[in-house]
């Protein structure tokens, strides 16, 4: 595609729900990175991923938090027995380079609501 | 851990004016990123550097390696250019969480 793809881009659920959100980079971009932006908050990183490993997973804020990324491509975001403070949209960059070397491009996010 | 400082938080000025936009960050990079967000929109990137100036129509990036500072500057600003906008550092040693971010400054351009 042309551009960061991600999908849903609006989401509702319950409290206590399971929640997946996919991200699509662009073709040959190595490096990819998860964000989530709470209502007029600043940028928190997530995780990053560097092909299909992700060599810290510290910023992701609970053990509830997990994603993965397979054939260097696609990546999945899973939020387990979501919470009314994961609320936030979820931002996904992709670039070229590695370590945030190389000029990034995001997508337009998943909006995710939990009641 | 290396921090990301933004100043001003908060700027409104009239159609036409200089605007000036300043980071600073604590340790060794090996880029720095600007980043804008319009109200309600996505992110965009601006302008990536590791050394030296930038200029892309009436946005202009400065970074001072030394000083471990960067300006954005906007000429001729437009109510269009109403926006946050972000810094982000990659630390020299390919930091394993990619992007340090500042916390944006916010932008209004009065017509």
């Known amino acids: 595609g042309a551009g960061v793809s991600q999908s849903p881009s609006n989401k509702v659920t319950e409290k206590g729900k399971d929640v997946e959100l996919r991200c699509d980079p662009i073709?040959?971009?190595?490096?990819l990175y998860w964000y989530r932006q709470s209502l007029g908050q600043g940028l928190e990183f997530l995780i990053y991923?560097?092909?299909?490993?992700?060599?810290?997973k510290s910023g992701l804020p609970s053990d509830r938090f997990s994603a993965e990324r397979t054939g260097g491509s696609v990546s999945t975001l899973t939020i387990q027995r979501t919470q009314q403070e994961d609320s936030a949209v979820y931002l996904c960059?992709?670039?070229?380079?590695?370590?945030?070397?190389?000029?990034?491009?995001f997508g337009e996010g998943s909006r995710l609501t939990v009641l | 851990k290396n921090e990301v400082e933004q100043s001003p938080q908060n700027l409104t000025a009239q159609e036409g004016e200089f605007i000036t936009i300043n980071c600073s960050y604590s340790?060794?990079?090996?880029?720095l990123h600007w980043l804008q967000q319009h109200p309600g929109g996505g992110i965009v990137s601006l302008f990536m550097?590791?050394?030296g100036k930038k200029k892309h129509g009436r946005l202009i990036a400065t970074i001072n390696i030394q000083e471990k500072h960067s300006s954005l500057h906007i000429t001729a600003s437009h109510p269009r250019d109403s926006a946050v906008y972000i810094c982000?550092?990659?630390?020299?040693?390919?930091?394993?969480?990619?992007?340090?971010f500042g916390k944006g400054t916010h932008l209004i351009i009065q017509p």
């Open positions: 550097l590791s050394s």
């Open positions: 073709s040959g971009h190595t490096a």
């Open positions: 960059a992709s670039s070229r380079g590695q370590g945030g070397a190389g000029e990034l491009f």
């Open positions: 340790v060794g990079i090996s880029a």
């Open positions: 991923f560097q092909g299909n490993s992700a060599p810290d």
């Open positions: 982000a550092v990659a630390y020299s040693g390919g930091g394993a969480d990619g992007l340090t």
